[in-house]
């Protein structure tokens, strides 16, 4: 079965700190690996998009990484803020020949970061 | 442009009431997918459609329907509503490939 575990279940950090979020998955057959921020009442936003060949990706002071061979990838916030408080969601796309392919979701680490 | 639109924002339906949720796009994507959020759990995919006419089934179809009659517009229906469907609903977007997808705003729907 499909799936994508992320951990920790929640988080909270004081602003400045870093923080690496954690997600394992077991999927196939695999194209990418997205992480999504998704703010209180809003839809998710994508940060990061890995593909099979890509060990590391950086958005501002996000740095998602990616280790194809364990099946795992991390998300490491640097210097927090504030505005970083937020649910982030891992994301493995399945879309594979002909066309079809299906985005099967983490349950997402609520991240809060304190002053 | 203005992304993916959903409306509306919040909603309250008693037991039994249908209601359709409204999504668009203004990116011509071909691919268009509703989703449900609920506590604890990831999005979990209930309809989608990979062009204008054709529309399957996702992880959590039941008591839904949808259809694709443009390129733009992707309702989904609620036949019957049941306290189990409140949740929160997203609509996405993407190209084919599944490369950067968009996601609506979300509908919060309660069913008392």
């Known amino acids: 079965k499909n799936q994508v575990e992320q951990s920790p279940q929640s988080l909270i950090i004081l602003e400045g700190k870093n923080c690496t979020l954690q997600?394992?998955?077991?999927?196939?057959?695999?194209?990418?690996l997205r992480w999504y921020k998704q703010d209180t009442g809003r839809g998710p936003v994508s940060l990061t998009i890995?593909?099979?060949?890509?060990n590391t990706k950086s958005n501002g002071r996000y740095t998602a990484t990616l280790d194809a061979d364990t099946k795992q990838s991390s998300l490491h916030i640097t210097a927090s803020q504030l505005s970083d408080s937020a649910s982030y969601i891992c994301?493995?796309?399945?879309?594979?020949?002909?066309?079809?392919?299906?985005?099967?979701f983490g349950q997402g680490t609520t991240l809060q970061v304190k002053p | 442009n203005a992304g993916v639109t959903q409306t509306p924002k919040f909603q309250v339906l008693k037991t039994g009431q249908s209601m359709t949720l409204q999504c668009a796009q203004d990116?011509?994507?071909?691919?268009m997918s509703w989703y449900r959020q609920d506590p604890g759990m990831g999005l979990r995919l209930i309809h989608y459609?990979?062009?204008?006419?054709?529309?399957d089934q996702g992880e959590v179809p039941n008591g839904y329907n949808v259809s694709r009659s443009t390129t733009e517009d992707f309702p989904l229906r609620l036949l019957s509503a049941a306290p189990s469907q409140t949740s929160v609903y997203f609509c996405?977007?993407?190209?084919?490939?599944?490369?950067?997808?968009?996601f609506g705003q979300g509908t919060r729907l309660t069913v008392v």
């Open positions: 997600c394992n998955y077991t999927v196939s057959p695999f194209s990418n």
């Open positions: 990116m011509n994507h071909e691919y």
């Open positions: 459609s990979v062009g204008a006419g054709i529309t």
């Open positions: 996405a977007s993407s190209y084919k490939g599944l490369v950067k997808t968009f």
């Open positions: 994301v493995v796309s399945t879309y594979g020949s002909g066309n079809t392919g299906k985005l099967i």
């Open positions: 890995m593909t099979f060949s890509e």
